[in-house]
C-alpha cells in the first residue's frame, strides 16, 4: 500500500558540485525537495523506491551509483559503477542514502503500462515513492525546446492534478503530447496514479517553477 510520495524535477544543476557556482537560482527548488524527501522518510516506510524516467523499463538495486559525467561533469553518487539514468542518479543525491530500490520506467511506456507498474510497486508493504518528474521543457523562447504556445496550458495542468492528487488526469496524460511538448515525466507520474489507485493520499503543493524555462513541480502525497 502506497502510505506517501514525493514529486521532485532531475536536472543536473540541483546539484551543487554539478552547478560549480551552486546555480543560488536553484536553492529554493533543493529546499522544496529536501522538505519533501523529510516528508517520505517520516512516513516511516517499509519500502522507500526511487521511480524515474529511462530508455527502458527495469529495475536496478538498492546499491545502484550514478553519474552526472554524461552531462558534463563527473559528480556521482554511489559507489560502484555507475548504471542509473539522470532521473534516478538525481533522486539518490536527493535522499542522500541507499533507497530499497529504483524502478526505471520507459518514456515512451503507455498509459496502462505505467498504470499497471504503480500498482504493482504498490502492493504488499508499506511504501513510499519517490517520483522524478520534470515538466515541460518548451515554456518560454529560452527553454531547451524553444517555445510552444501548448505547453504552458499543459503544465497548468499538471500542476493542478499534483495539487489535488487528481488521478484520472494524471493517468490521461497524452504520451504523443507529452512527447511534443517535451515533458520528462509524464510515465513515472502515471506510475504514482497506478501507485495510489485506491488510497486516500492529501496533496501538498511544495513549490513550482521554471527558472530555465522548464517546468519544475515538487509536490507529497501523504
Same mark, same amino acid.
Given at each position: *500500500?502506497?502510505?506517501?510520495?514525493?514529486?521532485?524535477?532531475?536536472?543536473?544543476?540541483?546539484?551543487?558540485?554539478?552547478?560549480?557556482?551552486?546555480?543560488?537560482?536553484?536553492?529554493?527548488?533543493?529546499?522544496?525537495?529536501?522538505?519533501?524527501?523529510?516528508?517520505?522518510?517520516?512516513?516511516?516506510?517499509?519500502?522507500?523506491?526511487?521511480?524515474?524516467?529511462?530508455?527502458?523499463?527495469?529495475?536496478?538495486?538498492?546499491?545502484?551509483?550514478?553519474?552526472?559525467?554524461?552531462?558534463?561533469?563527473?559528480?556521482?553518487?554511489?559507489?560502484?559503477?555507475?548504471?542509473?539514468?539522470?532521473?534516478?542518479?538525481?533522486?539518490?543525491?536527493?535522499?542522500?542514502?541507499?533507497?530499497?530500490?529504483?524502478?526505471?520506467?520507459?518514456?515512451?511506456?503507455?498509459?496502462?503500462?505505467?498504470?499497471? @507498474?504503480?500498482?504493482? @510497486?504498490?502492493?504488499?508493504?508499506?511504501?513510499?515513492?519517490?517520483? *522524478?518528474?520534470?515538466?515541460?521543457?518548451? @515554456?518560454?523562447?529560452?527553454?531547451?525546446?524553444?517555445?510552444?504556445?501548448?505547453?504552458?496550458?499543459?503544465?497548468?495542468?499538471?500542476?493542478?492534478?499534483?495539487?489535488?492528487?487528481?488521478?484520472?488526469?494524471?493517468?490521461?496524460?497524452?504520451?504523443?503530447?507529452?512527447?511534443?511538448?517535451?515533458?520528462?515525466?509524464?510515465?513515472?507520474?502515471?506510475?504514482?496514479?497506478?501507485?495510489?489507485?485506491?488510497?486516500?493520499?492529501?496533496?501538498? @503543493?511544495?513549490?513550482?517553477?521554471?527558472?530555465?524555462?522548464?517546468?519544475?513541480?515538487?509536490?507529497?502525497?501523504?
Amino acid at each position: *500500500m502506497l502510505v506517501a510520495a514525493a514529486v521532485c524535477p532531475h536536472p543536473p544543476l540541483i546539484v551543487p558540485e554539478f552547478a560549480g557556482a551552486a546555480a543560488p537560482e536553484l536553492d529554493g527548488l533543493r529546499a522544496a525537495c529536501a522538505e519533501a524527501v523529510a516528508a517520505l522518510r517520516a512516513a516511516a516506510p517499509d519500502l522507500l523506491l526511487v521511480v524515474g524516467g529511462d530508455d527502458t523499463t527495469r529495475e536496478y538495486g538498492p546499491r545502484s551509483a550514478g553519474s552526472l559525467a554524461p552531462w558534463g561533469v563527473d559528480v556521482r553518487t554511489g559507489e560502484g559503477d555507475p548504471v542509473l539514468p539522470l532521473s534516478l542518479t538525481i533522486g539518490r543525491w536527493l535522499l542522500g542514502g541507499d533507497p530499497d530500490g529504483f524502478r526505471a520506467v520507459a518514456v515512451d511506456a503507455s498509459p496502462a503500462e505505467c498504470v499497471e @507498474l504503480g500498482g504493482r @510497486l504498490a502492493s504488499g508493504a508499506r511504501v513510499a515513492l519517490l517520483v *522524478m518528474a520534470d515538466g515541460s521543457a518548451k @515554456l518560454t523562447g529560452k527553454s531547451p525546446g524553444y517555445l510552444d504556445p501548448a505547453a504552458e496550458p499543459y503544465q497548468r495542468r499538471l500542476v493542478k492534478a499534483l495539487a489535488e492528487a487528481d488521478l484520472a488526469a494524471i493517468a490521461e496524460l497524452d504520451p504523443t503530447e507529452a512527447a511534443e511538448l517535451w515533458v520528462g515525466g509524464r510515465a513515472p507520474l502515471q506510475v504514482l496514479a497506478g501507485a495510489a489507485a485506491g488510497v486516500e493520499l492529501r496533496p501538498e @503543493l511544495v513549490l513550482e517553477c521554471a527558472p530555465y524555462g522548464v517546468g519544475y513541480v515538487v509536490a507529497v502525497w501523504r
